[in-house]
């Protein structure tokens, strides 16, 4: 991309240095492509966003996704970006995405998508003001689910409006770059060969380590990378803390500690206090968390092309593992285990997707709507079971359920993978050899994460 280099004022570092002129010429093919691209950039805000067909309409789907929604949201203006400084760090970031099946600038943008939507949609049941509650609008009175009584009903908010400013412009350009550079091996690659980022991290979340650091020296190395140059000196501190924290948060092997964490505040606590940092903290790193993981959340299509995207990722290092002479891992042999897709399907979605919707959900952290039913219905949901035991909210009232379409396509989704890894499990049988087993809960292999 072409690069424009500004000498420092040191008066005013930032866009207003520029003519608005000077600002619609510098922009300007960055306009035209945001104009042709208008159609899907207007349907950000939906959850089955089409990220696929966006990223076939413009060869900047990252940085050109990012622009509108830091616009839309109005950070753009609150910490007076620089619109030249933000298009060169964010297509740098875009072109350090490497061309891997599913770890590249797509799922970039799709987390970061994913993360705008859980944030900016509207979350029933969402208790947006911490301890007196006078403010919120309320007709009837409706209990929890352990007979206490809620102190609100019918309502909705959320994340963003609990969130600072400089918390969102944190957790959006987390996602952004919480993937940056990814070499297509897992942590577990690396440390084992001896990598020299694993050597350098001490083989402790060596990637996402490696992710944040790398995007933090680009925005650090040259000025006309820094499109923060409108923060205060405090607040670039703190950006620098909250980037750390919501990128390391990807890490899966702490996925269950932070569950533990949501849980013991929200489902055996008093709650979660908004007035808290480490709470806000704590709602933006599970934001990126289920951000991160969303694909069994989407819609059956996308879902499935990412599905094939993280197995051919997989494969990749199966060959790269069988090329050293290496154990091959499990489901990363494009040899054997083909078949055995919808059994990673399950597991993934078992013991990693589901407890982590389950978490939040519970924690009225998950947007979707309150839908009016009878009393039979309600006995039906609160006693019923289902494969996947995803919770309703813990809060909610005995006329209403809890509807989210993240909820939906995930049972939609595990229902057919258990019918095809069935059929498979079937067929094996039949032939006399002995099938794999899912794995329950509680037991001690985990899948393999994506990470």
Request: net charge negative; glycine share 4%; hydrophobic share 35%.
């Amino acid at each position: 991309f072409r690069t424009v280099y500004f000498k420092r004022d040191p008066k005013n570092s930032t866009c207003s240095m520029l003519t608005d002129e000077q600002k619609e010429y510098l922009l300007r093919p960055l306009s035209d492509e945001y104009e042709c691209t208008s159609e899907f950039l207007s349907l950000a805000n939906s959850w089955n966003f089409p990220i696929f067909k966006f990223n076939d309409s413009t060869q900047h789907c990252l940085s050109l996704l990012s622009f509108h929604i830091f616009s839309k949201t109005g950070l753009v203006d609150r910490f007076k970006i620089n619109p030249v400084y933000f298009r060169n760090f964010f297509e740098t970031i875009e072109s350090g995405y490497h061309n891997l099946p599913y770890h590249n600038a797509i799922h970039a943008a799709d987390v970061l998508q994913a993360c705008y939507y859980l944030c900016s949609s509207s979350i029933p049941g969402f208790n947006s003001v911490s301890g007196d509650n006078s403010d919120i609008e309320s007709d009837t009175e409706i209990r929890s689910d352990d007979g206490g009584q809620a102190q609100f009903a019918d309502t909705y908010g959320s994340l963003k409006d609990i969130m600072t400013d400089l918390e969102l412009f944190a957790l959006f350009t987390a996602a952004a770059i919480h993937d940056y550079d990814h070499p297509g091996r897992t942590n577990a690659f690396l440390v084992a060969v001896g990598d020299t980022k694993a050597v350098m991290y001490n083989d402790r979340a060596v990637l996402e380590s490696h992710h944040v650091a790398s995007a933090w020296y680009l925005l650090t190395s040259d000025e006309r990378y820094n499109f923060c140059s409108g923060l205060s000196a405090t607040e670039f501190k703190r950006f620098r803390f909250l980037l750390i924290e919501a990128v390391l948060a990807t890490d899966l092997k702490k996925h269950f500690d932070f569950l533990a964490q949501l849980n013991a505040k929200t489902v055996d606590g008093e709650g979660m206090d908004w007035e808290n940092a480490e709470d806000r903290i704590l709602a933006l790193q599970m934001c990126i968390k289920l951000a991160d993981i969303n694909a069994p959340c989407k819609e059956f299509e996308l879902h499935t092309q990412w599905t094939r995207r993280i197995v051919d990722e997989f494969y990749q290092q199966g060959d790269n593992e069988a090329e050293l002479g290496m154990p091959v891992s499990a489901y990363m042999n494009r040899h054997k285990d083909e078949p055995r897709v919808p059994e990673l399907q399950l597991n993934f979605i078992k013991h990693l997707v589901a407890p982590l919707y389950h978490a939040m959900a519970s924690s009225c952290l998950v947007p979707g709507s309150w839908v009016e039913i009878s009393e039979e219905e309600d006995e039906e949901i609160r006693t019923g079971q289902s494969d996947l035991n995803c919770a309703k909210p813990t809060i909610m009232p005995h006329t209403h359920k809890f509807v989210s379409r993240l909820q939906e396509n995930l049972d939609s989704n595990y229902a057919v993978w258990k019918e095809k890894n069935e059929i498979y499990q079937a067929s094996l049988k039949t032939n006399g050899v002995e099938g794999d087993i899912i794995v329950e809960e509680g037991e001690e292999t985990k899948p393999e994460s994506e990470e």
